[in-house]
């Protein structure tokens, strides 16, 4: 092989130049979203000191680029939409996104049909990387992404043994310590209102649940756990039937601020005191929390992190494809108010 000729360095000296991968190189190179400000300058200042000149036919293949990052949304129940934690968590990716020009594009995917028009959208180029949320046990789409190698990044997982990047919560730490707290307070009977079984999410914080009762001595009553669906409705209609079946009550967990909202109005029809006869701790910390009355002691999840993990993720997935599958779990914090 014949010695490359001086004064032609290539992409790969330019990286060890500017200090940086060969993949954000070839990002401004092309002109491409998701390189910060800094990060440009330098690898510009690198090509000019190298007198580095790109291969302008690599360079357009590899310059088409979308500038367009999907939200995939695979939650049939409309209801979900409504919820704070969607709203919240559009709103921290949207800024987190801000300054790398990339658009963020929301896309239902609730039906087979839906699945595979979404994956033939993206395997065409319209999209550099999918973010997905509320993703239930069984979906297959984050497997077909992944095998169409197309960077990925989960909000939550479906499973414990999930290997397509994530980012989530320590929910288990989260529901365990809240149920110390409510046992440090003297309560004695707690129960929980889960989210959908279906969801990883939901079993974690069970699991905290029980994690923390065992902790304790104390024998988990199954009776004590009500299914919801993240709801206030699901919250409410929860509540009212452990009062019903289990009238000494004196602690609830419930998996989200509002399904929490709706345990206190349960409460109160039920002529129960919050928090003198019955303390109650939600999970999430938005600004429902402080609307309910009393105010919501509740586990606070870092969602602008997770909103800026997430969107980080994919831009380093993007930039050095098939290395490795990245993994981020956030802490949480008990944020201590009035219900408890």
Known sequence: ????????????????????????????????????????????????????????????????????????????????????????????????????????????VRSEDERQRFLEYARGGRVDGILMMSVHAGDQLPDMLAEARLPTVLLGRRSGEEY???????????????????????????????????????????RGYRDALEMAGLEGTPSLVAEGDFTEESGRRAMADLIERHPEIDGILAASDTSAAGALQALRAAGRRVPEDVAVIGFDDFSLAQRTEPRLTTVRQPVEEMGRSMIRLLLEEMEEPFVAWRHVILRTELVVRESA
Request: aromatic share 6%; with cysteine.
């Open 164 to 206: 397509v990047s994530y980012v989530d919560a320590d929910n288990v730490g989260g529901a365990r310590n809240a149920v110390s707290y409510l046992l440090k307070q003297g309560r004695r009977t707690i129960a929980t209102i889960t989210g959908p079984l279906d969801m990883y999410v939901a079993q974690c914080r069970l």
């Open 1 to 108: 092989m014949g010695k490359r000729r001086p004064g032609a360095p290539t992409l790969e000296e330019v990286a060890a130049h500017a200090g940086v991968g060969r993949g954000t190189v070839s990002r401004v190179v092309n002109n491409a979203a998701g390189v910060k400000e800094s990060t440009r300058r330098a690898v510009q200042r690198a090509i000019e000191e190298l007198g580095y000149v790109p291969n302008l036919a690599a360079r357009s293949l590899a310059g088409r680029r979308a500038d367009a990052v999907a939200l995939v949304l695979t939650e049939p129940d409309w209801r979900m939409f409504a919820e704070p934690f969607f709203s919240e968590i559009v709103r921290s990716l949207g800024d987190a996104l801000a300054d790398t020009g990339m658009q963020l594009l929301l896309t239902l």
